[in-house]
């Protein structure tokens, strides 16, 4: 794992297999050649980001004593609780109403309904993963920080994703990953709210890279009844920031219904549209249920997709 991205809040103690999904991605472009990585566009619009979610806000709170967790990997209990943990495994979540809080863990994996989990002020480093970082459907994360993997969060359905920083995807030199903050490749009843959402991993030389901070492709199935409010797009290193489900060429790609976008911030950065073309695309307009409002530049003007 990269050591040169900003770590989440302090505490006193700090010290991966199941298959995933394929993931069709858009056509990347290689940008920004030269800096490290980290956030596109912060040093050149010196915009202000911290009324949104960072390594202030989440992960696990400050002065917190982890202990290390010394419980299942594979988690088959209902209600099993995990508090101030150092969690040194992936853990593969089977059984309904998990709650993570106040802990560090590596990848988490929520099995088939009735799986579910809630994490809460936990810091995830998913590592080289490929993959989401969280995965699958039936989660809530709050004031989380997410890192590692191909994706911070890979939704099929039922995930809630609030007050969350979701960064530092995984990128090797030698893969032609594509990475995303939050990916759907289908699903439907899906929250992100008052997020900060940043896919900022600088393209390799074998086309690996970022494709937005968030993209909705209806891959195996319809991307329906998809809330977007009040989260910061961090300029990134993809074609766009947002993707927001209308792809004709897919095999749902025109079935996306209910997809609300309101009240979001677009960082401008170095290229001055957020993303390498622009800040969002594949928005349909008229479809049932869709709604784009209120959202705009980081400057305050009105952004239209």
């Not at 596109?40 to 009324?51: E, H, I, V």
């Not at 979610?53 to 982890?66: H, K, M």
């Not at 593969?92 to 560090?104: C, E, K």
Request: hydrophobic residues 35%.
């Amino acid at each position: 794992m990269d050591t040169d991205l900003v770590r989440s809040r302090p505490v006193l103690l700090a010290v991966p297999a199941v298959l995933t999904l394929g993931v069709a991605v858009v056509v990347l472009l290689a940008v920004h050649s030269s800096g490290s990585d980290g956030p596109a566009g912060a040093a050149a619009t010196g915009f202000d980001r911290s009324a949104w979610p960072g390594p202030d806000s989440t992960g696990v709170p400050a002065g917190t004593e982890l202990t290390p967790y010394t419980g299942p990997c594979v988690i088959t209990e209902p209600g099993t609780e995990i508090d101030a943990k150092e969690v040194a495994c992936d853990l593969v979540v089977r059984a309904p109403g998990v709650h993570i809080t106040n802990s560090t863990t590596r990848r988490i994996e929520i099995g088939d309904p009735p799986a579910s989990v809630v994490v809460e002020d936990t810091s995830i480093d998913a590592g080289a993963w490929v993959g989401g970082a969280v995965a699958f459907g039936s989660m809530t994360l709050r004031r989380v920080d997410v890192r590692g993997g191909q994706h911070s969060v890979q939704c099929s359905g039922t995930c809630v994703v609030e007050d969350s920083w979701l960064h530092a995807q995984s990128l090797p030199p030698d893969e032609p990953r594509h990475l995303n903050a939050f990916i759907s490749n289908g699903g439907s009843d899906m929250v992100l709210r008052h997020n900060a959402l940043s896919c900022d991993r600088r393209a390799n030389a074998v086309d690996g890279g970022c494709t937005a901070d968030l993209s909705l492709f209806g891959d195996f199935g319809p991307v329906t009844d998809v809330t977007v409010e009040d989260n910061l797009f961090l300029a990134g290193r993809g074609g766009y920031c947002g993707s927001f489900g209308d792809n004709p060429e897919k095999k749902y790609g025109e079935a996306s219904t209910g997809i609300v976008v309101v009240d979001n911030v677009f960082e401008r950065g170095p290229t001055g549209t957020c993303g390498t073309y622009g800040a969002a695309t594949s928005f349909r307009s008229d479809g049932e249920g869709n709604r784009w409002a209120d959202n705009t530049w980081d400057d305050g003007s009105v952004l239209t997709p």
